[in-house]
């Protein structure tokens, strides 16, 4: 629950600078202004390729932390996120679509890449050990409490649900709180790109 609470606390905060910022870039979403550095995290591949979250160069990335077995927010998130890379044509290619996995346990590399691909084959899926996962989550202010009291199979896993966008330098630069219009995030690439 303490974790839910900072979450929450720290969406607040962003929500608040977000607002104050939001006129100066004509972007749609939640502006971080100032932008945020991010940290960098590495991720292991089923290949044994690694994929990492640093900046690279002419490069937006998308950011989507969920579960594969989520009945409803994450499949829409990354229906979503079709939508919006169909929208932009060729400039998607300087954009990073990435799912990662808050439910490490479950979601192996394979498991989180296939569902990723599912939507489309460019969009990235990783999944990282437990310390990692939770140190990324602290990282980006994410929630995610499973529900124990279920089987271990088929339980649920409450977590936060905003998208994160983060410019060619890494910096965290506008959030996309679930329900958002998938066009806003369209726009703001568009414009950014």
């Given at each position: 629950m303490a974790m839910i609470g900072r979450g929450l606390r720290t969406l607040g905060i962003v929500a608040l600078a977000a607002g104050l910022g939001a006129c100066d870039r004509g972007l749609e979403g939640m502006v971080i202004d100032p932008p945020k550095a991010m940290p960098t995290f590495t991720f292991t591949r089923v290949d044994g390729s690694s994929f990492s979250t640093a900046p690279t160069a002419g490069q937006y990335t998308v950011l989507f932390f969920g579960y594969t077995n989520c009945p409803?927010?994450?499949?829409?998130?990354?229906?979503?996120?079709?939508?919006?890379?169909?929208?932009?044509?060729?400039?998607?290619?300087?954009?990073?679509?990435?799912?990662?996995?808050?439910?490490?346990?479950?979601?192996?590399?394979?498991?989180?890449?296939?569902?990723?691909?599912?939507?489309?084959?460019?969009?990235?899926?990783?999944?990282?050990?437990?310390?990692?996962?939770?140190?990324?989550?602290?990282?980006?202010?994410?929630?995610?409490?499973?529900?124990?009291?279920s089987d271990h199979a088929a339980h649920l896993v409450s977590h936060s649900s905003q998208v994160h966008l983060l410019d060619d330098q890494g910096r965290l630069i506008a959030l996309y709180p679930y329900g958002s219009p998938w066009k806003m995030l369209a726009h703001d690439l568009a414009q950014l790109l």
């Open positions: 409803d927010v994450c499949p829409t998130t990354m229906a979503d996120f079709t939508r919006v890379k169909s929208t932009l044509g060729e400039a998607a290619s300087r954009v990073r679509f990435v799912f990662i996995s808050v439910d490490p346990d479950r979601d192996t590399p394979q498991v989180a890449a296939d569902y990723a691909r599912k939507f489309d084959p460019a969009f990235i899926g990783v999944s990282a050990d437990p310390l990692t996962t939770v140190s990324i989550l602290q990282a980006y202010g994410i929630a995610a409490t499973p529900d124990v009291s």
